[in-house]
């Protein structure tokens, strides 16, 4: 039967992804920031970090113009697993989406699904406070990081590249693949991450496929397979490449 596949971006570990201004979040042209409500929105899914100490949690937080926070934060829970952490919020009338590591205060959190719970409490005057909680989705996730230099083998035959990899200990790895191009050459290799929650550094040959790759600036990119409960995950990276005589 085949699995389903899944494609996950790489999270880092405090990233504003967009902003919405306070119009596009359902205020007319005569409503003032001043008279908005504070927002914060559980998103869904979660991840869960290779080493299982922490949960990367989705959300969107919204706090009007001149107001003051006093309370800001999230939380996640499982059985055996629980955490809290602070949230940075900005209070200038602009909606953001954000993603917060959660850390555990013990134990290992788990993929599965979670209780994510998070509140915002302003004052401007009065005291203003808002929640969300849902229970969302917790998926594994993939860090992968392809190295910054390439070298040369076999007079540019193939080049050699390290790729680190971590994935969840109870998924598995499956075949992931990198490529390497620098026009016109190009090649693609391929390697099995290891997933037992640590990040593991490999080398993988790449060959050229047309003909030999020259030394200079390319471009490299990995995407990194795991699997779970027959659905598959990755992560993927891509950035510019320095090609070494080796």
């Given at each position: ?9 790489r999270?880092?570990r405090?990233l ?5 201004t306070?119009?596009?979040?359902g205020?007319t042209?005569?409503?003032s920031?001043g008279?908005?409500d504070p927002?914060?929105?559980?998103r ?6 290779p080493d299982?100490?922490?949960?990367l949690v989705e ?23 629980s955490?809290?952490?602070a949230?940075p919020v900005l ?11 959660v ?6 959190f788990?993929?599965g ?11 401007q005057g009065?005291?203003k406070?808002v ?10 996730l ?6 910054a230099?390439?070298?040369l083998?076999?007079?540019?035959e ?20 990198v490529?390497?191009?620098?026009y ?6 391929t390697?099995?991450?290891t ?13 050229a496929?047309?003909e ?6 390319g ?5 990194v397979?795991?699997?779970e409960d027959g659905?598959?995950?990755?992560g993927q990276d ?9």
């Open positions: 039967m085949a699995s389903t596949v899944i494609h996950r971006r999270f880092r405090v504003y992804v967009g902003v919405l306070a119009a596009s979040i205020a042209p005569a409503a920031a008279e908005l927002m914060v929105e559980v869904s899914p979660a991840g869960l970090a299982a100490q922490s949960v959300l969107t937080v919204f706090c009007p113009e001149n107001r003051t926070v006093e309370q800001a934060g999230v939380s996640v829970a499982q059985p055996q697993a955490g809290q952490v949230l209070c200038d009338g602009v909606a953001r989406y954000f993603t917060v590591a850390p555990s205060d013990g134990g290992q788990v993929t699904s979670a209780q994510v719970s998070a509140v915002l409490a302003v004052r009065r005291a406070e929640r969300d909680s849902a229970q969302v989705p917790v998926e594994p993939v860090t992968v990081t392809v190295a230099e390439a070298r083998d076999g007079g540019g193939a080049v050699l590249i390290d790729v680190t990899a971590a994935c969840p200990a109870g998924s598995a790895g499956q075949l992931s693949d490529w390497v191009f620098k016109p050459a190009h090649g693609m290799g390697f099995t991450p997933c037992d929650g640590s990040p593991h550094t490999v080398t993988v040959t790449v060959p496929a047309n030999p790759f020259p030394v200079g600036s471009f490299a990119s990995s995407t397979r795991i699997q659905v598959t995950f990755s891509f950035h510019n490449v320095e090609i070494t005589p080796g």
